[in-house]
């Protein structure tokens, strides 16, 4: 077994003297008898730390990653490069191991970090304001809600079909405590329903939530969208992939009052799906009611220039039921992932990698929907995901492409019951050329075998 | 007081963006390999970006140097003690961060088809296994991210299973020593707070609380509470308490932030609570991060079970030749929905798991035993001497896990305040106790040691206090300009928010 305690029985026996109890039994007897579980846990014994390692590494071992197959799924988060400084500094003692700054003289390193992050998600989005992240995409929406509910007074949100499957229902589920009612509204040929919107969003719409690109990888026109929001007087909420900012016009400059999003595909690995983070920006309107932390410059006494938790008087350790959020806890050493990635990336980099992705998506669309039985599922332009119709059922051209070697993509239909003959299929600048053509003639050949009736 | 500068105080700080200069870069990207077109034949003008954001041009040398010297600005746990109270900051085990490395975990996509994900299905069910026989309670989901998003869940739970029942209650109690994210919670699940006062023992006031319940009759959803609470006390009428909850037709919440306590000790389920939330960050050794990642995984009872997070994780019995196999079930009628992207943030309960199976059953227990031991000690160390008399415990009781003193005679009788004590033990090189809360407690000063700490630790902690004090008594002004070794000293915090400078702004 494992112990990660140093009292022995000597140090034992002079506590107890030193409290004037004869056992540390003694000390649970405020726990009425009854309540006392009096018998071990029914779990394992400890174990020692070698055997530990092995039991988590089978486990391990039973999972298809993206190591052991060519990933071409994406639905939200991406298998990108994250580079060995990344790990190198985020597994820093002083990184990993503090709590949240809540003494700013002796948490300097951790301040900055979040001050650069939101100043490195300002420009990206191009709004003004950053928190220093929340939990991960869908919450962040969620809480999107909770601040334009609180902005507006109204209780009713309009919300795209192309925004992501996860972000809708937990919007729906955060709003069934808070009160208030989601509405959405339908795709066509990819993209949102623009007359079905400007028909939804009325004088008691809080905030119309966007999503670029969108589910299916259809580049939004934020704008022409969003100015029935504006006129309404609701809120403009654009969820967005922060990688591909370096190309597509950032939402701050498509009239959003709010940006966010999921942050895993900056510096963060899949991790079945967590930790990531969640980004959160605004206008300058909304500073006073953000969610989450937000770092501030300031001075010490003797004019040293320093950094703090800003604006406290929104959260939950001050305010308490007043406060804008209920959020404690997020996701900092995730963020710092994202800002040392960023910093890697650089200007030049960043930009690079999102033309990149274009690029490949461009020429991984035009070669899978040249495969016989495979079509686009919409035509509108795509950054690095895009969708697909097969003609044959899509689950058993899944399992016929993993026996390859390949996870093809995201099948629609588990979200979509309109699309289930779709496929979602997302690059990153791992997925090389030849990866591309090879799943393509997997692709090719699953789908006729399915036609023809071949037994797997 | 005669003072040098540190070479760190000297050193003014910078920002990543204002080291950055045009034409350096780290990143080496790999060649398209594809036949290249325009990007304006693939994405309308309208809708692409101008210019590329500001973000730094550095060369990977300086990223690593400027990093490593920001973490040296930092204190943390691996660097000494960090008595912060109900933030249980034991030991990280660097195990831990191994085994959630490894590409099956690390590398694993979300949306991959259970089937060939089975090893991290199996991991999510053994813990949550794990933590319905430490917690009592029959029931898991680990998909809340946190310990406040636990809490919402829980309240969101408790809604549908009033609603359910075709009731339609507004009301949560909680007592005046809660947690800030517990009145968050209820305010953001659509609920409204209503205090109940805490007696002489730290305790719940068991007339208020029955003053509560008949003024509200009919109308309270749930109480929610920490126990051991925040005061670091046992309720002893915990038993009464549910019963009285119960019977008003409420459910009882667990807030387990001081679950550290109680490990195989004693079981929120076997006190009656229906909720759960678990900081897998707290006493599962999550390591903190300087403000997460974490987990609030909840457990809960049968009644309210049906309601629980989309989706489940299952494990479906042998069908065939294999053995038992591992399923998201996201068949649940009355489920609330879901409360994020995806299963939750796997990693951590890859690193929570680990730690469950080094210790066991039986070191878990022993784990909270000596995390209880170690406040005691504390405590009475701290009862000596000069800490005894300006720095009262403000429940003369045996603590559990953590322990509240009051700073209130030291700031009457030497003019330092709970602040100025807990700036002068960063000089010491301590972090200091959570301060000013409960706000119950005048100048509160809240300790919790954790069982990963040597006596030598705890003697050392006392000895700086009783020098501080001493010293306060000789001459206040040395600690209420504290701290003097610390990168930047006092900040304005009050300027920060007034006039809040949130970016750097850029040219």
């Known amino acids: 077994m494992t112990r990660y305690t140093s009292a022995t029985p000597d140090d034992r026996r002079e506590m107890l003297d030193a409290i004037g109890v004869s056992s540390a039994a003694e000390l649970f007897e405020q726990i009425p008898e009854a309540l006392r579980l009096g018998r071990p846990l029914a779990l394992p014994e400890g174990m020692p730390e070698a055997e530990v390692f092995e039991r988590l590494a089978a486990l391990a071992a039973r999972n298809a990653d993206a190591e052991a197959e060519v990933c071409f799924l994406g639905a939200g988060m991406y298998d990108h490069y994250v580079p060995a400084i990344v790990d190198a500094i985020t597994q820093r003692s002083e990184f990993l191991t503090p709590y949240t700054p809540y003494q700013p003289e002796i948490s300097q390193g951790g301040l900055q970090v979040m001050f650069e992050f939101q100043t490195a998600m300002s420009e990206l989005t191009g709004l003004p304001v950053s928190n220093a992240g929340l939990y991960e995409g869908p919450s962040s929406v969620a809480s999107a809600g909770y601040l334009a509910m609180g902005a507006t007074g109204r209780r009713r949100f309009v919300v795209s079909r192309g925004l992501h499957p996860h972000s809708r229902e937990t919007l729906v589920t955060y709003a069934a405590g808070f009160g208030a009612e989601v509405v959405e509204v339908g795709l066509d040929g990819g993209l949102t329903d623009a007359a079905a919107l400007a028909a939804a969003v009325d004088g008691e719409t809080a905030a119309v939530f966007l999503q670029s690109p969108n589910f299916l990888g259809a580049v939004e026109d934020v704008e022409a969208l969003g100015a029935g929001a504006k006129e309404q007087g609701a809120l403009l909420v654009v969820a967005c992939d922060p990688m591909t900012l370096g190309v597509l016009r950032p939402p701050g400059e498509q009239g959003a009052d709010i940006a966010l999003g999921e942050g895993q595909p900056l510096g963060n690995r899949l991790d079945f799906g967590g930790p990531s983070f969640g980004f959160f920006c605004a206008t300058e309107e909304q500073i006073r009611r953000m969610p989450g932390r937000i770092a501030g410059e300031t001075e010490d006494v003797d004019g040293r220039r320093g950094f703090v938790l800003a604006l406290q008087t929104r959260e939950q350790h001050i305010r308490r039921e007043k406060a804008t959020n209920n959020i404690c806890t997020a996701q900092a050493l995730n963020a710092l992932a994202a800002m040392v990635h960023l910093a890697w990336l650089g200007r030049q980099g960043f930009r690079e990698l999102g033309e990149l992705l274009v690029q490949r998506t461009a020429y991984a669309r035009k070669r899978l929907a040249g495969v016989e039985g495979v079509e686009l599922l919409h035509e509108a332009p795509v950054a690095r995901e895009f969708a697909l119709r097969l003609q044959a059922p899509v689950a058993a051209v899944l399992d016929r492409c993993a026996e390859r070697g390949i996870a093809a993509g995201y099948p629609l239909g588990r979200d979509y019951p309109e699309f289930e003959d779709g496929l979602l299929v997302a690059i990153t600048e791992r997925r090389t050329k030849a990866q591309i053509d090879d799943l393509a003639e997997a692709l090719g050949a699953a789908v006729a075998a399915e036609r023809e009736g071949v037994a797997v | ?507």
Not at chain 2, 16 to 32: C, N, Q, Y
Not at chain 2, 380 to 405: D, K, N, Q, S, T
Request: hydrophobic share 40%.
């Open chain 2, 1 to 507: 007081m005669a003072l040098t500068e540190t070479p760190m105080q000297r050193e003014a700080a910078k920002t990543i963006f204002e080291k950055s200069k045009p034409g350096r870069r780290a990143a080496a990207l790999p060649a398209s390999e594809v036949p290249e077109r325009p990007l304006s034949e693939l994405i309308p003008a309208n809708l692409l970006r101008s210019e590329p954001p500001q973000l730094p041009e550095i060369a990977e040398p300086e990223i690593v140097r400027h990093y490593n010297r920001l973490s040296r600005r930092n204190f943390d746990l691996d660097s000494g003690f960090y008595p912060l109270g109900s933030c249980t900051m034991k030991h990280n085990p660097r195990l831990n961060e191994r085994v959630a490395a490894l590409p099956g975990h690390a590398r694993l996509h979300p949306a991959q088809d259970p089937r060939r994900a089975q090893g991290a299905l199996e991991l999510m069910w053994l813990l949550q296994e794990s933590l319905s026989e430490i917690c009592g309670l029959p029931h898991v989901s680990l998909q809340p991210s946190a310990g406040s998003h636990g809490e919402l869940a829980g309240l969101l739970l408790t809604r549908a299973y009033h609603a359910d029942r075709g009731e339609a209650r507004t009301k949560v109690l909680a007592p005046d020593t809660s947690h800030g994210t517990n009145p968050a919670s209820v305010t953001m699940a659509g609920f409204e707070v209503v205090k109940v006062a805490t007696n002489d023992r730290g305790g719940v006031e068991m007339d208020d609380l029955r003053a509560k319940l008949e003024e509200n009759q009919g109308d309270v959803a749930c109480l929610m509470l920490t126990n051991p609470n925040t005061l670091g006390v046992f309720d002893e009428n915990i038993a009464e308490i549910a019963a009285l909850i119960h019977g008003a037709g409420g459910t009882l919440y667990y807030d387990g932030a001081n679950l550290n306590a109680v490990m195989g000790q004693s079981r929120p389920g076997d006190m009656g609570f229906d909720i759960v939330h678990v900081n897998l960050h707290k006493s599962f050794s999550q390591p903190h991060g300087g403000g997460g990642p974490g987990a609030g995984p909840i457990a809960v009872s049968d009644r309210i079970e049906p309601y629980l997070p989309r989706p489940q994780v299952v494990r479906r019995e042998a069908s065939g030749d294999g053995g038992p196999s591992f399923d998201l079930d996201f068949d649940r009628p009355k489920s609330i929905g879901r409360l994020r992207g995806f299963q939750g943030n796997f990693g951590v309960f890859v690193r929570s798991y680990a730690y469950i199976l080094s210790l066991g059953g039986d070191g878990l227990a022993e784990a909270s035993e000596t995390a209880v031991l170690n406040a005691n000690y504390l405590k009475a160390r701290l009862a000596e001497g000069r800490a005894g008399e300006r720095l009262p415990i403000a429940f003369e009781r045996h603590c559990m896990h953590e322990f509240v003193l009051s700073g209130k005679p030291m700031k009457r009788q030497l003019g330092i305040a709970t602040l100025d004590l807990a700036k002068r033990l960063l000089d010491f090189g301590f972090h200091p106790p959570t301060v000013y809360f409960p706000l119950l407690v005048e100048e509160a000063l809240m300790v919790e040691p954790t069982e990963t700490e040597t006596k030598e630790s705890l003697d050392a902690f006392a000895e700086a206090i009783e020098q501080i004090i001493a010293e306060a008594e000789a001459d206040p002004e040395v600690a209420k300009s504290a701290p003097y070794t610390t990168p930047v000293r006092r900040l304005d915090e009050v300027r920060a928010t007034r006039r809040p400078v949130v970016r750097q702004p850029l040219a």
